[in-house]
């Protein structure tokens, strides 16, 4: 949703919000959205004073199927290594992580590379 989308939206409100209320929800909606971010994340937005400017810059950032993030998670992938120290279900985890990531992209890997790597 663009700025220009989320005020029209915002004219189109129910009659019966008053702009406190409609405020309120806006507050509500961003603290939704921040809570459900990683730390690391959370830290690049905390600049963002509405939902719709988090939701968009997290879209520009994360959406994007560019040819870039394709090969950075495959380079990711591919040199995936388990650090000394660290638990196994942290290490699956990581690693789950980065498939799914890659699954988002509509990049598909199959059974047995995943078992080799």
Request: neutral net charge; glycine residues 2%.
């Amino acid at each position: 949703m663009t700025k220009e989308q989320w005020v029209e939206q915002k004219k189109k409100k129910c009659g019966s919000l008053t702009d406190d209320e409609w405020e309120e929800r806006e507050e509500k909606a961003l603290s939704v959205i921040q809570l459900c971010l990683a730390p690391h994340v959370l830290r690049e937005v905390l600049d963002k004073i509405t939902a719709v400017s988090l939701y968009v810059w997290l879209q520009e950032l994360y959406m994007t199927e560019s040819l870039t993030n394709k090969i950075q998670l495959k380079k990711r992938l591919y040199t995936f290594k388990m650090a000394e120290g660290t638990s196994i279900q942290k290490h699956l985890n990581d690693f789950n992580s980065i498939i799914v990531d890659l699954k988002s992209l509509d990049m598909k890997i199959e059974d047995k590379d995943k078992a080799i790597l």
